[in-house]
């Protein structure tokens, strides 16, 4: 028996070793093919309307007797249509969705619908951004700001929904706005800045080991990672974080000048509720009761720039997936060790 599973494995083993080989073989022929091919984002939009009836249709008709369903799903066709009569010439809400990383790489997509909605929307249209941001690289987050304030420099109303988090670059995002919701236990604030740079120079100079840094221009570069961190280095630096400071203060001031900066613009963040007694917030709800509220009166399009994904790019996707779920497993399963 045990030679059996012995066999058993090793043959598993090179079977799996030939089909990752094959893969390997089959996405690099797939790379070069598709090398030097233009590969434009694709704009996907979706009536939200039409999804919460379908939805909202369907729970109803689960709750009816068998023999009434027929019926009641006739009645809510000739209702649809009805109701796609009247909506002609009502206002138009276009939903923007923002989840945030330390280098905003959601900023290339939002330029596009961004870019996509100023071209169509019309005098008494509006913007919604769910925003869910904790902040990250200056520039990168000052771009998606700047994308946001596109739509209001078109003279389009703009709100922001904040269900997680809008804190630190998020926020800068989010003070874009008109008028900005959110949740009770969302984060909101961390109007500051930080650097933090590990130093390494003791470690290798105690090994010997020097690093040769030449530069042209005095402030080319003061704190690093592996050179001496002088008092002057530390000053500089302490001098950049100050000046963005002041930018990102001068931001949230032109757009929100009723906050009190001294108060507010300390680096700490607040949860929804001390939020909007500060002033950085203007309501508290959820993104989700804010649009239930405006399908009433308004057809909401959801916008979304979608970017043509490669072979590759689909094997990792999985492959994160696998590994996610797999990790999922081993928690469940520690869990369920550790407590009857």
């Known amino acids: 028996m045990t030679e059996f599973l012995t066999g058993y494995c090793l043959f598993l083993a090179k079977t799996l070793t030939l089909v990752l080989a094959i893969g390997v073989v089959v996405l690099l022929a797939a790379g070069a093919a598709r090398r030097g091919q233009p590969r434009e984002p694709g704009l996907e939009v979706h ?13 109803r008709e689960a709750l009816l007797p068998k023999g009434e369903r027929r019926k009641a799903h006739r009645e809510a066709r000739r209702a649809a249509k009805a109701a796609d009569r009247h909506e002609a010439g009502r206002r138009r809400i276009f939903v923007l969705d923002f989840k945030g990383d330390i280098r905003a790489s959601h900023a290339a997509a939002l330029r596009e619908e961004v870019s996509a909605v100023v071209g169509v929307a019309g005098p008494g249209d509006e913007v919604l951004v769910r925003l869910e941001n904790f902040g990250g690289v200056v520039h990168e987050h000052g771009l998606a700001a700047s994308q946001l304030a596109r739509l209001r420099d078109r003279g389009l109303r703009l709100t922001v929904t904040v269900d997680k988090g809008a804190a630190s670059g998020g926020y800068l995002m989010a003070c874009m706005a008109d008028h900005i919701i959110a949740a009770p236990f969302a984060v909101i604030g961390s109007i500051g800045v930080i650097a933090q740079v590990p130093n390494f120079h003791r470690a290798l100079d105690a090994r010997g080991v020097d690093v040769e ?27 950049e974080l100050d000046d963005v400071h002041a930018l990102f203060k001068d931001a949230v001031a032109a757009h929100r000048p009723q906050l009190d900066l001294e108060r507010v613009a300390t680096g700490e963040h607040w949860y929804g509720t001390r939020a909007l007694a500060l002033g950085l917030v203007d309501e508290l709800g959820t993104s989700d009761d804010h649009l239930l509220r405006l399908v009433t009166d308004a057809d909401v399009y959801q916008v979304t720039c979608k970017a043509p994904r490669s072979l590759p790019d689909r094997v990792r996707e999985a492959l994160h997936a696998g590994l996610d779920e797999a990790s999922a497993w081993l928690s469940q399963r520690n869990q369920e060790g550790r407590y009857p």
């Open 47 to 59: 009536k939200l309307n039409d999804r919460l009836r379908r939805r909202q249709q369907a729970l």
């Open 213 to 239: 840094q030449i530069t042209a221009g005095r402030y080319k570069r003061t704190v690093t990672m592996f050179g001496r961190t002088t008092d002057a280095d530390r000053a500089k630096l302490r001098e």
